[in-house]
C-alpha cells in the first residue's frame, strides 16, 4: 500500500530557506505512470499547489511561487524533496506531498507536517 | 489561472439529507476536475476524478457530475462520517487551483 510521509524542520526562521522530504513507500518515483507533488495548506485556510515532478525531468511549478521553488526526486532513496528560499510568515502552513495522476488529480495525500515561519 | 468557486462555504444539514455542493470555474475546464473531502487533523482524501469518477473505496452515495465550468457534488443521504470540508480541484495548462472549499456542519 503506498504511504507517503513528510519529514523536516517545523520551525524555519524569516527570510532562510524552507526544505522538506517526502518518503514514499509501497510505489517507486521512478514509476513512468505518475508525478510527485507539493500542496500546502495555511493553518484554517484553503489548499494551494506549490509544484509536480516526474522523473523524467518534467516539471510544474505554481506561477505564484515558481521564483523560490524547487522540487526534486531522489530515487535512490524514493524520496521526493521540497526547497522554499525566502521564507515569510505567510508561508507559514501545513506541507502535504501526494502522488499526482500526471496533472489531474492528487492521490493519496501524506498526512503532512506544520512548518512554521518566525523567528 | 483558473479560479474555482464554491457555493454555498457552508451548509448547515442534518443526517439523511441530500446535499448537493456546486463548483464553478472561470474557464471551461472540461471535465477535469476531481473533489476532496477533508476532515479535521486529516490531509485531504480524493472522491472523484474526472468530474464523476469515483476514486478507490467510495461509497456509491458520493456523486459528481458536471463539465465545462459547472460541476456538482452529490452525497445523496449524509452519514454522520460525512461532516468535513469538501474541495473542488482542476488542472489547466498552466497549473492547478482549488476551490475555497465548503463546510457541512450539523443543522
Known amino acids: 500500500q503506498l504511504q507517503l510521509r513528510e519529514s523536516g524542520p517545523r520551525l524555519v526562521k524569516p527570510s532562510e530557506t524552507l526544505s522538506l522530504t517526502c518518503s514514499v513507500s509501497?510505489?517507486?518515483?521512478?514509476?513512468?505512470?505518475?508525478?510527485w507533488g507539493w500542496i500546502r495548506q495555511p493553518p484554517g485556510k484553503g489548499l494551494e499547489w506549490i509544484g509536480s515532478l516526474h522523473h523524467n525531468g518534467r516539471i510544474r511549478y505554481n506561477p505564484s511561487l515558481e521564483s523560490r521553488v524547487t522540487v526534486s526526486l531522489d530515487t535512490s532513496r524514493n524520496q521526493v524533496s521540497l526547497n522554499l528560499t525566502s521564507v515569510t510568515a505567510a508561508d507559514t502552513a501545513i506541507y502535504y506531498c501526494?502522488?499526482?495522476?500526471?496533472?489531474?488529480?492528487?492521490?493519496?495525500w501524506g498526512q503532512g507536517t506544520l512548518v512554521t515561519v518566525s523567528s | 489561472e483558473t479560479v474555482m468557486t464554491q457555493s454555498p462555504a457552508t451548509l448547515s444539514v442534518s443526517p439523511g439529507e441530500r446535499v448537493t455542493l456546486s463548483c464553478r470555474a472561470s474557464?471551461?475546464?472540461?471535465?477535469?476536475l476531481a473533489w476532496y473531502q477533508q476532515k479535521p487533523g486529516q490531509a485531504p482524501r480524493l472522491l472523484i476524478s474526472g468530474a464523476s469518477v469515483r476514486a478507490t473505496g467510495i461509497p456509491a452515495r458520493f456523486s459528481g457530475s458536471g463539465s465545462g465550468t459547472e460541476f456538482t457534488l452529490t452525497i445523496s443521504s449524509l452519514q454522520s462520517e460525512d461532516f468535513a470540508v469538501y474541495y473542488c480541484q482542476q488542472y489547466d495548462k498552466w497549473s492547478y487551483t482549488f476551490g475555497q472549499g465548503t463546510k457541512l456542519d450539523f443543522k
Open positions: 501526494a502522488r499526482d495522476f500526471n496533472f489531474d488529480y492528487f492521490d493519496p
Open positions: 474557464q471551461n475546464v472540461g471535465t477535469w
Open positions: 509501497g510505489e517507486s518515483v521512478s514509476n513512468d505512470k505518475y508525478f
